[in-house]
């Protein structure tokens, strides 16, 4: 096995054993056995290592990741991957015992430093999961490379809206309402792309 197979290997690991981990160069190349110069020298950037990855993890453990799927436009791919999201949680009764737990877990208990790590590295996987699929619609030209975050949070406020109204006794149907909200959704990523670069403030 060559070094940077070695090297994200042992971050594949640690994100595995702990989704909050944060991948700290000296803790991966330490994982790895090897130098952190070497390691620098594969990935001279820590986002470099994490790009590299995610990429592994959708490539090799979720073959059937739907933005992957280049025989539908990119609007539908990256519909079907907010549907894929949506999907295991249900609705009615499934919905509601799936937000039970995640009220019981992370809302009803104090705020202790465990509860909040074990939160951020939940929604830290959560952002990856949508950081990637922007990636992948930027390397096709779907979207203007650049800084996606904006949009990463704006669809996982979306997606947990809609897993909120799935529990909720709502009088319209979910599946109309649901599709009328994501297809917004992805019409306004696909036609706003992402942030800007910040340019000099004003005094």
Same mark, same amino acid.
């Given at each position: 096995?060559?070094?940077?197979?070695?090297?994200?290997?042992?971050?594949?690991?640690?994100?595995?054993?702990?989704?909050?981990?944060?991948?700290? +160069?000296?803790?991966?190349?330490?994982?790895?056995?090897?130098?952190?110069?070497?390691?620098?020298?594969?990935?001279?950037?820590?986002?470099?290592?994490?790009?590299?990855?995610?990429?592994?993890?959708?490539?090799?453990?979720?073959?059937?990741?739907?933005?992957?799927?280049?025989?539908?436009?990119?609007?539908?791919?990256?519909?079907?991957?907010?549907?894929?999201?949506?999907?295991?949680?249900?609705?009615?009764?499934?919905? $509601?015992?799936?937000?039970?737990?995640?009220?019981?877990?992370?809302?009803?208990?104090?705020?202790?430093?465990?509860?909040?790590?074990?939160?951020?590295?939940?929604?830290?996987?959560?952002?990856?999961? +949508?950081?990637?699929?922007?990636?992948?619609?930027?390397?096709?030209?779907?979207?203007?490379?650049?800084?996606?975050?904006?949009?990463? $949070?704006?669809?996982?406020?979306?997606?947990?809206?809609?897993?909120?109204?799935?529990?909720?006794?709502?009088?319209?149907?979910?599946?109309?309402?649901?599709?009328?909200?994501?297809?917004?959704?992805?019409?306004?990523?696909?036609?706003?792309?992402?942030?800007?670069?910040?340019?000099?403030?004003?005094?």
């Amino acid at each position: 096995m060559d070094t940077r197979e070695k090297i994200l290997q042992a971050a594949a690991e640690m994100i595995a054993e702990d989704m909050a981990a944060k991948l700290s +160069v000296r803790a991966v190349a330490a994982r790895a056995g090897v130098s952190t110069g070497s390691l620098r020298f594969h990935f001279p950037t820590q986002r470099a290592l994490q790009d590299s990855l995610l990429a592994r993890i959708y490539d090799d453990l979720l073959p059937g990741d739907p933005i992957r799927d280049r025989t539908l436009p990119p609007r539908e791919r990256l519909l079907n991957c907010l549907r894929q999201v949506l999907a295991p949680l249900g609705t009615n009764e499934d919905a $509601r015992t799936a937000w039970g737990t995640m009220y019981r877990t992370f809302i009803e208990p104090e705020p202790t430093e465990p509860v909040r790590t074990a939160y951020l590295g939940h929604e830290r996987e959560a952002e990856r999961r +949508v950081e990637h699929w922007l990636t992948v619609l930027a390397e096709e030209g779907a979207l203007p490379p650049g800084d996606h975050t904006r949009n990463v $949070r704006f669809l996982l406020t979306v997606l947990n809206g809609l897993s909120v109204e799935r529990a909720l006794p709502t009088r319209e149907s979910v599946l109309i309402a649901e599709t009328e909200t994501l297809n917004a959704a992805v019409d306004h990523v696909l036609s706003t792309g992402p942030a800007p670069p910040a340019g000099p403030t004003r005094p």
